[in-house]
Each structure stands twice: as structure tokens, then as C-alpha cells.
């Protein structure tokens, strides 16, 4: 249930035909807080328009008597941080066990204004205060359910600086690490370190032997001064065709090949200058 303190600024907001009904109830609390309170009763269509000019975190307690409340969104912006809202709702007591969906409007609501939830509902509250008037339609046989909520100990739209987290100076650490260290000159041999001849590095790059390949087409068979079976060396008879194709004559064997250097030394199959 919700008290009251020393210069509390409270709102209470109850249906239009029920604003008359709020003076037993506010001289409840004067009497509690020795005048020292500061009440505003407004209705729920003029939430907006009486809220209007107070400005943020004014009020330290809501309390609402009405099935008919709205601006959840400028109810949170009015409650200071931290402090409480108290919905007020007429349900059926043959219904006790579904007071939870009777409220689910009011909670969803509450929730999706930035509300937080304090305590479960409370069913059938203590008559300590003068409260059932401020209800429409009131009817003895229906009891007050009553939904607490909080707005959350910070501003809205506060913000703040977050601190980088230094990284650590030394991730890992090894012990000993000069015993761990392998001398380099222990990793290559004398013969590693003997310059090959030249002459072992002509090897056919799919063989990997000294001696070209059939159809050979790197270029082993023309460095070791060799013709690859199949293939003999072709003049031109023009003279153009190393310019390339659009220089060259319908039955040229170059056809197909891409340009080369004049007086460079091409090599063609057989089966290409019989085509």
C-alpha cells in the first residue's frame, strides 16, 4: 500500500465526475503529512494539458483512480527517479484468479513507457484509506486491485562517459626463453650451404628432369639446345606475321599465337602447321 511523506509532491488522477469526491481523501493525507504536502488532481483527457508547464522529475508519488488512464510516457517523465506509480482498478472477486489479464492492459503499458514493475498486484486492499468514492461506478461488491510500478533510479535521456578498459601490458609470459632458443647455425649444413650449379637447375617443370619433355612448352627444350619431338622451327614467309593475327595470311602456322619479337625464335608443332 502507498504512504506518504513530509513535502511530497503528489498527482492523483481520477475520472472528471469524481475530481469532487478527492477532498476526503486529500485531507487524509494533510493530516498525515501535517499540510506539508503539495497535491494536484487532474483527470485523465487533461493529463497532458495540466502536466503541460511543470516540467520533468517534479512529483514524488502517482496515484491513479481511473480505468481510463493514458500518457504512461509523460507520467514517466513528470515521477522522479526512483519513485512510484499506483494504478487503481475495480475487478470481480469471482475473478481473483484472473486479475493478472484484467490488469494486462495497464501492465504492458506500464512496461513499455520504461516502467518497472515493483510487487505482484494486490487484490482487495486494506479500507486504512478513504479511496473507494474516487472509483466510478463503484459498487460494494467489487473490490480494488491495485498495480505498482517505478520508474527506474535514473533520468530520462541521462547519459554517461563509460571508462576503455586498459588492455593488459603482458598478455603471456615464458620463463626461460633463452634455453628454449634454437641456434640458427645448427639448422643448415655444409652442403645446404654450398651454392648449386647452374646446370642442376635446368629440370622440365612436370617432370622435374634434366631432360625435356615431349611437346615441351616452358622453354627447357630451347635453353638446353634442344628440339622436342614433334616440334621444328618455322620461318615466315611474309614477313608480318610477327605482328599478329590481323597481319597474318589465311594459312599462316602462326595463326592463334600472340605477337613476338621479329627474328625471335618460334617453335611449332607439327600438328599446327599441318592444320
Known sequence: MFSFKSEDKILIIVDSNKIDDTNEFIEQINQVTNFSTKITVTHPLEILHSLNDCGNSVFDLILSFTSNLNSFNRLLQVLKPGCSIFIHKLVNPSQKDEINKLCAKEITQLKLSGFRLTNNIQYDLPSKWKISKLLSNFDENLKICQVTAEKPSYEIGSSMVLQSIKSPTA???????????????????????????????????????RKACKDCSCGLAEELGETPIGLKNEKSSCGNCYLGDAFRCGGCPYLGMPAFRPGEKIILQETQQNS
Open 171 to 209: 598478455v603471456w609470459k615464458l620463463d626461460n626463453i633463452d634455453d628454449d632458443l634454437i641456434d640458427e647455425d645448427n639448422i643448415l649444413n655444409e652442403e645446404d650451404k654450398e651454392k648449386p650449379n647452374s646446370d642442376s637447375l635446368r629440370v622440365c617443370g612436370t617432370t622435374g628432369k
